[in-house]
């Protein structure tokens, strides 16, 4: 699945990794049925009721301890991107990656890879520390410079938790009116990262 308007943290994940499709390797889908999710090994995402769907959970780069996950809020419609492939374009969507590594060290140093690469192709309009369910993350906000993609606007959370870096995105079109930062908040409130 090669689409264009993914956001450039997975663009920049595989390039580091000389990855460019997932696999298509998916984990159980327990979001409807059960009220969760997990990716990876160590992070759990709740069903909170919200209106999300999850669109997919993967074990992207399992063995370099990378998962990728991403929901979708509202209708989609066909959408062809440069490459001439038609996709579904959501109202909104979150992408989420995890990485799991051998050290705190290590899960800190690629976060600040992934946060130096949103800052470098996004224009950022505002950045602030927050905590939620316990866990500390920096939130950026930003829209997107690159003209070709479909979406308008995003806001991203960086954490570590131990071992674990997280980067989640929060994109939407133009006309998507609900507020972004209620919703990240919302979604990172039902996020619980467990202990080895």
Request: glycine share 6%.
């Amino acid at each position: 699945m090669k689409l264009k308007f993914l956001p450039c943290l997975l663009f920049i994940i595989f390039l580091l990794t000389g990855c460019s499709v997932f696999p298509a390797k998916e984990q159980e889908d327990t979001w409807t049925d059960s009220g969760y999710v997990t990716v990876g090994h160590h992070l759990t995402i709740k069903n909170s009721g919200n209106g999300l769907s999850l669109l997919n959970n993967m074990d992207v780069l399992s063995a370099d301890g990378l998962y990728y996950a991403a929901f979708t809020i509202g209708d989609f419609e066909p959408y062809e991107n440069s490459d001439g492939d038609t996709v579904n374009l959501y109202d909104a969507q979150f992408y989420l990656v995890l990485g799991e590594y051998s050290n705190s060290t290590n899960a800190q140093n690629n976060m600040n890879k992934w946060l130096t690469a949103a800052k470098e192709n996004y224009q950022i309009l505002s950045e602030e520390e927050i905590t939620c369910n316990g866990q500390p993350y920096l939130l950026i906000t930003y829209r997107f410079i690159n003209e070709e993609n479909p979406y308008d606007r995003g806001i991203s959370a960086f954490g570590v938790s131990e071992n674990s870096a997280v980067c989640i995105e929060l994109t939407c079109r133009k006309n998507f009116e609900n507020d972004l930062r209620t919703l990240m908040m919302d979604f990172l409130d039902n996020c619980t990262f467990n202990a080895d």
